[in-house]
């Protein structure tokens, strides 16, 4: 749903779709059939919803955060002393989250958006029994200083804790060399790998 939000093609979200499916589920016409019925549906109700809610972009947000609260799970407004980051995690992937993330690796993935987007999308992934990379969360932020990130960080982690105590993660994987790394390192004490993207948008 948020690859359609984001303007992608519906065609490339249906073939996203189904590729995952099949990892599952092997090729199935019937299942496809009804994969392009739903993602054809996603986005005729996305076309027909507005995506100003507000005039004002900061009201339009808040009335967002404020229908989507269950999927919210850190959130801070913009101010002359604050800088905007939302946290959207959805109880779907909160839960594959404490499953594969647990005592294994969580990645973030930075890249999306930068030289587009007013805010970046920060991705964070984990990775199943097959290796295959999960979403687990998004942050969209600007910010990238100490405090901002650990305010995220702390959030998210103790939400996956509040469920499962006891639930911690071995190590981080970032593909921005220029990350603040303090809060990770301090925040839940673990080790820091750097990756470098492959291609950047």
């Known amino acids: 749903m948020s690859m359609i939000y984001l303007g992608i093609p519906e065609e490339n979200v249906l073939e996203k779709h189904i ?22 549906k996603l986005g005729m109700i996305i076309k027909r919803s507005t995506h100003e809610l ?35 995690q959805t109880e779907w992937q909160l839960q594959q989250m404490i499953r594969f993330g647990h005592r294994s690796l969580i990645a973030a993935d ?11 999308l920060c991705t964070l992934l984990v990775f199943d029994s097959r290796q295959h990379a999960l979403p687990v969360a998004w942050i969209i932020t600007r910010s ?21 105590p006891g639930w911690k993660i071995s190590g981080f994987l970032i593909d921005d060399a220029a990350a603040e790394i303090d809060p990770i390192r301090q925040g839940i004490y673990l080790a820091v790998l750097y990756c470098f993207p492959l291609a950047s948008s």
């Open 19 to 40: 590729e995952g499916i099949q990892r599952y589920c092997g090729s199935n016409a019937k299942v496809d059939s009804l994969a392009s019925q739903y993602v054809h």
């Open 110 to 120: 930075s890249t999306f958006g930068i030289k587009r987007l007013k805010y970046p």
């Open 54 to 88: 507000d005039l004002d972009d900061q009201a339009s947000i808040r009335m967002w955060v404020e229908r989507n609260k269950k999927s919210i799970f850190f959130y801070q407004d913009s101010s002359e002393s604050d800088a905007f980051i939302l946290g959207i």
């Open 144 to 164: 990238s200083a100490k405090p901002d990130v650990a305010k995220w960080m702390k959030a998210l982690l103790g939400r996956a804790s509040s469920v499962e």
